[in-house]
């Protein structure tokens, strides 16, 4: 096995959680779970730990807005003390109104249903990112998160990897070709090894750690 495999299914092993796992999200094909991880991409998008947005969108969810129609309806200060009781105090008031407008955008446009935004989008990876970017709070560090995530279910986005990705690959010497590093992690899914680098990215003792491990 070469080092840089070793390096790819190192980091993997101790560090391959999606982001929708440690929320919570048992990601599949129907509407409510493609809309907790759309809410999740919303607030990782911020400038604010990822930690944070995690907690925030478990927080939502268990104050029960787990869908467009729930979250539209809600008061704008329960979409606001949500947030708060995850910590995410320092957008709450924007991303609430972000949130709320969101939703109606996809009640009104999609019947709620992601799936119906996959569809018009017809396999267009670029049809989709730009019917993503019409959604409040969603701009391209957005879709990135999503698309990244969403790829365990709609397989044709997959390998998605995104900048952020590409550059934890670049910290821990790997290649920047989607395919290259899929084929180097073994049997990892994409999206597993996306989010993996996404904390090498983001976290300098997670690329430090797993050059440990494949030393």
Known sequence: MSDRAE????????????YAEEAGIRLRDTPQPLYRLLVLSVLLSARIRASV??????????????DPRR???????RRVD?????????YDERTATMLGDGAELLTERWGGDLRRLREAADGDLGELGRLLREV????PAGVDIFLRE??????EVAPYFGGKALSGAARLGL??????????AGDAEPAVLAAALVRAALEKEVAEDTLRRAA
């Open 7 to 18: 390096v790819a299914r190192a980091l993997v092993r101790a560090h391959g959680r999606t």
């Open 175 to 184: 290649p920047k070709d989607p395919d290259r590093l899929v084929e180097l």
């Open 71 to 77: 979250m539209a309806g809600a008061p704008w200060q």
């Open 53 to 66: 947005a995690v907690a925030a969108a478990r927080a939502l969810h268990e104050a029960g807005l787990r």
């Open 150 to 155: 969403v790829q365990r279910v709609w397989p």
């Open 82 to 90: 949500a947030l708060g009781e995850g910590g995410y105090r320092r």
């Open 136 to 139: 409040p709070g969603l701009g």
